[in-house]
């Protein structure tokens, strides 16, 4: 599998970015997918993560109720759409997937074997 995460930018506080993960590979709709972020100096941490079928999505506490993720599996993608952004959003933002045996998503990201290389998101006071 491979994964091109794209859609960062730069966003003023209170503003909204689309992100979206496309796939290549045989796999990708039996997969689960998650999004992750990491902040400069700080540790790669959960954002969101949706099983294979579309049916269970998950969020960090810090970002439910302002993130959503969702996927095509028709079209081999997966979004996440952010709203009400803040400054502690900045981050490089990735997407990953896991071997596609249509388990549960993992929380964390020694659940995921394929990564995407990382979409920046600046977000401004």
């Known amino acids: 599998v491979q994964l091109q995460a794209s859609g960062g930018g730069l966003v003023q506080a209170g503003g909204s970015l689309r992100l979206s993960c496309a796939a290549s590979?045989?796999?990708?709709?039996?997969?689960?997918v998650g999004w992750f972020r990491q902040a400069p100096g700080k540790e790669r941490e959960f954002v969101a993560a949706?099983?294979?079928?579309?049916?269970?999505?998950y969020y960090a506490d810090s970002v439910k109720d302002r993130f959503t993720i969702s996927r095509d599996n028709a079209k081999n993608m997966v979004y996440l759409q952010m709203n009400s952004l803040k400054p502690d959003d900045t981050a490089v933002y990735y997407c990953?997937?896991?071997?596609?045996?249509?388990?549960?998503?993992?929380?964390?990201?020694?659940?995921?074997?394929?990564w995407g290389q990382g979409t920046k998101v600046t977000v401004l006071q």
């Open positions: 990953a997937t896991d071997r596609g045996e249509r388990g549960k998503p993992p929380l964390s990201q020694e659940g995921y074997d394929y």
């Open positions: 590979g045989r796999r990708f709709s039996a997969s689960a």
């Open positions: 949706i099983s294979w079928l579309g049916v269970s999505t």
